[in-house]
Each structure stands twice: as C-alpha cells, then as structure tokens.
C-alpha cells in the first residue's frame, strides 16, 4: 500500500514553545490531507481537513490559531502547535487521501507531544 | 449524519481462538468500509477494504463482507495470534471524511 511519513514520532517540548509536525506522502500525491488527534484508549478525532494549496476547513471546536495547518505541496502537510501548552499532550496522526474512486486514507505513525 | 457503530472491548482471546468483532453503519449513499488496525504507539494501518455490497475484504487471515441488508462490516479471523494483539476500527466513507467507530481493543493470550 501506499506510505505516508510523519515525522517526528516523539517530541518533548517545554509549555509555551511551537512544535511543528511533518506529513509526507511517499508515493503517491495526495489532494486532501488529514489531520487526527487521539487521546488515550480512544478513537481519533478529526481536527482539519487539509487540501493543496487552499486553507484547511477545521472542524468544529478547534482552533485555527492554535493548530496551524500548511499544505504546501501534493506531498506536504505541517501541523504547527503553536504556544503549546500541557493540555495539547496528545497522539496525533495524519493520513493522506488517495483521491480518485478509491479515495483510501493512508495513515502515518503518528507523533506524541508531550507538553512540560 | 453517518456513523460507525463497533462492538466494544476489550476482548482478550486465547490463541488460535475465532474472532469476530461486530461493526454496523449507518449512511446515506453507498460508501466504502475498512477495517483500520493500531498497534500499541503507532498510527493506523489499513487492514482491508470493500467498496460495494457483498463485496469481502480479506488480508492477513482476516475478512469482512460488506452487507447492505444487514448494514454491517464485522470482522472476522478463524485462529488469532498474539501478534494479533492491537486496536481494531471500523470505518467508512461516504460523501465526507473517514468516519470511524470507537476502536477494539484485542488481547490475544498464549
């Protein structure tokens, strides 16, 4: 199947400090990025929808200003969590959508923030 | 809206045992169905899929039949591992994004 990197897959940062997650589809373009957060022993929650070149829709709840989303290319989408603070602790994980008829998401390994 | 509905765990297996795990949907339209697993401290990988009814989607010893009438996606593998052990979402796609159940949690035990 297809791969899609994200990277870091661990960061640690100090509370106040921006953090910025990296989501690469390998091999294939990728129109439509998504980005999920997961909290422990949970499902995932979808936070953005991310197309190239146009700004992310955002779902509902979540704020644009905190969780800047960038997709710049048919391959990259950043994630910045800017001003983190303890309560963005999380797991969070992006995919990439192959668009087309079969329009499958692909998922990267995810990145878990840990905010001091 | 649409919407996932899978059975919940966790649910702890010997090995070699028979899986199922339940999963029903609700939507309109005709969307496609996986099944996405996680391992502990990982991202989600896709398991299998099935885009239209009756289809079945089957890798690794797992399936899941894609039932229309039922509106359901459980699923299945005759002899689990302990390797098998990880969180198993149900999913689907309609006219928006991936739509995901609340996960299963799996432990297979030797």
């Known amino acids: 199947g297809a791969v899609v990197s994200q990277h870091p897959s661990r960061v640690i940062c100090k509370s106040g400090t921006s953090v910025k997650i990296e989501c690469r589809s390998l091999?294939?373009?990728?129109?439509?990025m998504f980005w999920y957060r997961q909290f422990p022993k949970q499902s995932l929650m979808l936070m953005a929808t991310s197309n190239e070149g146009s700004k992310a829709t955002y779902e509902q709840g979540v704020e644009k200003d905190k969780f800047l989303i960038n997709h710049a290319s048919l391959t990259l989408s950043t994630l910045t969590v800017t001003s983190a603070h303890p309560e963005d602790s999380s797991f969070y994980i992006c995919?990439?959508?192959?668009?087309?008829?079969?329009?499958?998401?692909?998922f990267g390994a995810g990145t878990r923030l840990s905010v001091l | 809206g649409d919407s996932v509905t899978q059975m919940e765990g966790p649910v702890t297996l010997s090995e070699e045992a028979f899986l199922t795990i339940n999963c029903t949907y609700t939507a309109t339209g005709y969307p496609s169905l996986f099944w996405y697993v996680q391992y502990p401290g990982e991202g989600l990988q896709l398991l299998l899929k099935?885009?239209?009814?009756?289809d079945k989607g089957s890798n690794k010893g797992f399936e899941a039949t894609y039932r229309k009438e039922t509106t359901s996606f459980h699923l299945e593998k005759g002899s689990v591992q302990v390797s098998d052990s990880a969180v198993y979402f149900c999913a689907l796609s309609g006219n928006t994004p991936l739509v995901f159940g609340k996960g299963t949690r799996l432990s297979v035990i030797a």
């Open positions: 099935a885009t239209k009814a009756d």
């Open positions: 995919s990439a959508s192959t668009g087309g008829m079969e329009n499958i998401q692909y």
């Open positions: 091999d294939f373009q990728a129109t439509t």
